[in-house]
């Protein structure tokens, strides 16, 4: 069955980095656009990255900070950010898109179950 399986979150200071993998099984991982979306408390969940096959779209806030990139061999999508904010705070979803623009939830097919990033001194 389809599978998107999140890692890399946990507890960082405010400047520092992380780097968000998600693993895919169950689809054909080369034919999907990949996103990164995220959903604070309180707060409806947002578009933050995605990539088709080799550039990458930002969320303004997270351009310049964040980087997305894929491994179509080992059926990977990876999300590097850097320069992290206590803004940035909030559980982090990997998801799947078939067609469509990589902006819209409704685009995408498959959904992780999400990782917690936590910004905080």
């Known amino acids: 069955q389809v599978q998107l399986v999140e890692s890399g979150g946990g507890l960082v200071q405010p400047g520092g980095s992380l780097r968000l993998s998600c693993a895919a099984s169950?689809?054909?991982?080369?034919?999907?656009?990949m996103g990164w979306f995220r959903q604070a408390p309180g707060k409806e969940r947002e578009f933050v990255a995605g990539?088709?096959?080799?550039?990458?779209q930002y969320l303004d806030s997270v351009k310049g900070r964040f980087t997305i990139s894929r491994d179509n061999a080992k059926k990977t999508v990876y999300l590097q950010m850097n320069s992290l904010k206590s803004e940035d705070t909030a559980i982090y979803y990997c998801?799947?898109?078939?067609?469509?623009?990589?902006?819209?939830?409704?685009?995408?097919?498959?959904w992780g179950q999400g990782t917690q990033v936590t910004v905080s001194s």
């Open positions: 998801a799947a898109s078939l067609r469509g623009s990589l902006t819209q939830r409704k685009n995408y097919n498959y």
């Open positions: 169950g689809f054909t991982f080369s034919g999907y656009a």
């Open positions: 990539i088709a096959w080799s550039n990458g």
